[in-house]
């Protein structure tokens, strides 16, 4: 049983893991519980943690599909049980686990007769299979089947995806909660009303149910962190009826400064990993392929300012990051 606390005014709140179990290697369970809470508190926490959990933690998939002489996706494969159509469908189906940022490929190459399963896809390293017994095809025939596949992490559901010559889109569900149900329990402390809320979370063995928790507070706290900020700081300025922008931050020239200033150091081999950057920053630096400080600094303003999600307060943190590292002033 897990258990971690944290103090609240004078409450003290504490969430348990109270059950877990694996029923398969794709289906997880966990519940959990969080109180003491206040009337009305555990709805409020209970609805955004479902969302959450469903829409904000990542998931990797297979999302696009290529092979050799398949004129069409519903076409017959010779010497394959299954249509193309099916094969698609079956690659749709396996459940991976990764630290992957962005796409990558893989591939499947068979020689029959036998069966495909997932333990038959060659990945790259940081992609494991959760469950290598899952079906792909059958081969009836000696023939060698050989399929490219690209693999992507992401949240949500992708329902578009642009075209390329030859391959077949996956729209894939990037979702590795599969369920997530909360309840609530009433009970007086004294004379005041106190809730526990209960919640229960059914994931697909990518990740567990504790993991999944994690993930989903810290995205939805990432989507809060800008309310904390002041409302000035994003808004232009009105001043006699003409409008004054505030002035740019100039993060690429004070990088240049830090390279000038860094001229002994190997910056290829210092990581990002090594400061201290949020996770929310830190990810969205990863997914942009941004891995080592020197790749951080052949970025313009322009380049980060493009980065999905990526905000004006991100490069401020970096740059006080990059000061107290290096020890220099970069104003």
């Not at 069409?72 to 749709?92: Q, R, W």
């Not at 005041?192 to 999944?212: D, H, M, Y």
């Not at 240049?256 to 210092?270: F, V």
Request: proline share 4%.
């Amino acid at each position: 049983m897990i258990r971690e606390k944290v103090t609240v005014s004078t409450r003290t709140l504490q969430w348990k893991c109270v059950k877990s179990r694996t029923d398969s290697k794709r289906l997880y369970y966990g519940r959990f519980t969080l109180s003491p809470l206040r009337k009305g508190q555990a709805d409020t926490i209970g609805i955004a943690m479902r969302r959450a959990l469903l829409g904000e933690v990542e998931g990797t998939c297979i999302t696009r599909v290529k092979s050799e002489n398949v004129p069409h996706e519903y076409c017959a494969v010779p010497g394959v049980k299954e249509s193309f159509h099916d094969i698609v469908m079956n690659l749709k189906e396996i459940v991976l686990r990764s630290n992957l940022y962005g796409t990558s490929d893989a591939s499947i190459c068979v020689r029959g007769p036998g069966y495909v399963t997932a333990q038959d896809i060659i990945l790259p390293p940081y992609v494991e299979i959760v469950d290598n017994t899952q079906h792909i095809a059958s081969l009836t025939e000696p023939i060698n089947l050989c399929i490219r596949l690209e693999i992507e992490r992401n949240r949500g559901e992708l329902t578009t995806m642009p075209h390329k010559s030859g391959t077949y889109p996956i729209y894939a569900l990037f979702m590795p909660v599969l369920n997530v149900n909360y309840s609530i329990h009433y009970y007086m402390n004294g004379n005041e009303k106190q809730e526990i809320l209960f919640l229960e979370i059914w994931t697909n063995g990518s990740l567990t149910p504790k993991e999944a928790l994690h993930e989903a507070s810290r995205n939805l706290i990432d989507l809060l962190i800008p309310f904390l900020h002041k409302e000035e700081e994003n808004l232009a300025l009105e001043d006699n009826q003409h409008t004054v922008t505030l002035s740019p931050f100039t993060f690429h020239d004070k990088l240049d400064k830090l390279r000038k200033n860094q001229k002994e150091i190997e910056l290829k081999s210092i990581f990002i990993d090594q400061s201290e950057l949020s996770p929310r920053v830190y990810n969205c630096l990863k997914r942009s392929n941004i891995y080592t400080l020197l790749d951080l600094l052949n970025k313009s303003e322009e380049d980060l300012m493009k980065i999905e999600h990526f905000r004006l307060e991100d490069a401020k943190e970096i740059l006080g990051i990059l000061e107290n590292y290096f020890t220099i002033d970069l104003h």
